[in-house]
C-alpha cells in the first residue's frame, strides 16, 4: 500500500469545473494502476475513472464519459481528475485509489484496489 491524499474538492455551481488531485507518499503512479471512485451519502462507492500503470490506458463511467479526464504527473507523485460541466448528481465524497500491476490493465472493480486516499467532498449546487 501507498499513501494517498486527495485535495480540490469544494463547492461549485453546475456547470462548473473543479480539478481534484491525489498526492502519493512515494514514487507510485509510474508503478501503480490508479482510478477515481466516488460515494454519495446512503449510496455505495462507484466507479468514475480509472488508468494503467504506463498511464497509456483509462476508462470512464458513463455517467462521465466527455466530461472527466483522469491525469498524472509522474514528477510530482500525482493524480489529478480534470470535472467539467459539473452537475448536481456529481455531488459525493471522492476517492484516489492506486494497486500494484505487472500487466498493462485499467481496473475498474474497488475491490481490485488496496490503496485508498481519505476522500475530498465535491458539492455541485443547482
Known amino acids: 500500500q501507498v499513501q494517498l491524499v486527495e485535495s480540490g474538492g469544494g463547492l461549485v455551481q453546475a456547470g462548473g469545473s473543479l480539478r481534484l488531485s491525489c498526492a502519493a507518499s512515494?514514487?507510485?503512479?509510474?508503478?501503480?494502476?490508479t482510478a477515481w471512485f466516488r460515494q454519495a451519502p446512503g449510496k455505495e462507492r462507484q466507479f468514475i475513472a480509472a488508468?494503467?500503470?504506463?498511464?497509456?490506458?483509462?476508462s470512464y463511467a458513463d455517467s462521465v464519459k466527455g466530461r472527466f479526464t483522469i491525469s498524472r504527473d509522474t514528477a510530482k507523485n500525482t493524480k489529478y481528475l480534470q470535472m467539467n460541466n459539473l452537475k448536481p448528481e456529481d455531488t459525493a465524497v471522492y476517492y484516489c485509489?492506486?494497486?500494484?500491476?505487472?500487466?498493462?490493465?485499467?481496473?475498474?472493480?474497488?475491490?481490485?484496489?488496496?490503496?485508498w486516499g481519505q476522500g475530498t467532498q465535491v458539492t455541485v449546487s443547482s
Open positions: 488508468m494503467n500503470w504506463n498511464g497509456r490506458e483509462t
Open positions: 512515494r514514487r507510485t503512479f509510474s508503478n501503480y494502476a
Open positions: 485509489a492506486a494497486k500494484d500491476a505487472f500487466t498493462s490493465v485499467v481496473f475498474t472493480t474497488e475491490n481490485e484496489y488496496d490503496s
